[in-house]
């Protein structure tokens, strides 16, 4: 059953998941140093599939087809190829501290498809002004074209943009009847199934697949398999039917907090003011999404 608050259980798990993806983002933009992003996304979901299915069969939930999800899994498997083509094409134009506050105006993107299309998750006066807030935040960080030093691109944040809207279609979709019915290790199965041929198949359009590559970037494509798309992603699938969508979502303000600092202290990217304000806003205006009164 969903359930609406947060208790210690999912704050904690919300917590980790919030740490592993704000490393994710500097380890993607280190493996595109050796593989082209498209190619790179297609890859891992490629690699995931096998994780995934293992994990379910070791649940004791093997795969199996479910009448009525053939064409919501395929669309959802085609959105979340979409999100992580731009994601991936976006860290490795623009900067992690850019990428992140446009991607992570997601709950944005989801609290108004929520407010039209999942019952009990209408938009309040109070949430309305937080969406406005984060939009406000991430105009600003499109916008503005100093404030990370001249390190990022308008393509690289148009992608990110890109990501978030793709995300939080996502999110959504999982959220649909047909699809919430069949667990969270379910959708993902069709999201990496159906993702890694058309990402693959389009690969080539984005230039050569193989760039500078080494052996450790192998060892990050399988690591971003198993533990963040086979781990985390079935945790924030979980964590999505469990709790309310804004809920989990707002509370990923955590994630670019996080990948601000990492993008500072591991890369070396610049912090300017518009940067800290972009991403003050967006936070606060996520804050207020997973408010309900």
């Known amino acids: 059953m969903e359930k609406r608050r947060l208790d210690g259980q999912g704050l904690a798990i ?69 999100e992580f083509l731009c994601l991936f094409v976006a860290l490795d134009l623009t900067t992690i501290s850019r990428a992140v506050i446009i991607f992570y105006s997601m709950p944005v993107w989801l609290g108004l498809a929520a407010h039209f299309g999942l019952p009990g998750e209408r938009l309040s006066p109070l949430r309305g002004v937080g969406l406005v807030l984060a939009f406000a935040g991430t105009a600003w960080a499109i916008l503005d074209r100093t404030g990370s030093g001249g390190q990022g691109s308008l393509a690289g944040d148009l992608f990110a943009l890109g990501g978030a809207i793709g995300w939080a279609a996502t999110a959504f979709l999982a959220r649909r009847p047909r699809l919430a019915a069949v667990g969270p290790e379910t959708q993902l199965l069709w999201m990496v199934a159906v993702s890694a041929p058309l990402l693959l198949i389009i690969s080539p359009a984005f230039g050569p697949l193989i760039r500078e590559i080494r ?79």
Do not use: C, D
């Not at 917590?15 to 983002?25: E, F, K, M, R, T």
């Not at 933009?29 to 190619?39: A, E, H, I, S």
């Open 14 to 82: 919300l917590l980790g998941i919030s740490l592993l993806l704000a490393v994710n983002q500097v380890v993607v933009k280190l493996t595109n140093q050796g593989l082209q992003p498209v190619f790179f996304a297609g890859l891992r979901s490629a690699l995931a599939v096998p994780f995934v299915a293992g994990w379910m069969i070791w649940r004791g939930k093997p795969p199996r087809y479910t009448p009525g999800t053939l064409l919501p899994g395929l669309l959802i498997g085609a959105v979340f190829a979409l």
């Open 215 to 293: 052996p450790e970037h192998w060892l990050l494509l399988v690591l971003q398999a198993a533990v963040v798309v086979a781990g985390g992603f079935i945790t924030w699938l979980w964590l999505l039917s469990r709790y309310s969508a804004a809920t989990v979502a707002s509370f990923s303000f955590l994630t670019p907090v996080l990948s601000l600092l990492f993008g500072w202290a591991l890369m070396g990217e610049h912090l300017g003011p518009s940067i800290l304000g972009s991403a003050a806003l967006v936070a606060a205006g996520i804050i207020l999404v997973n408010r309900r009164t």
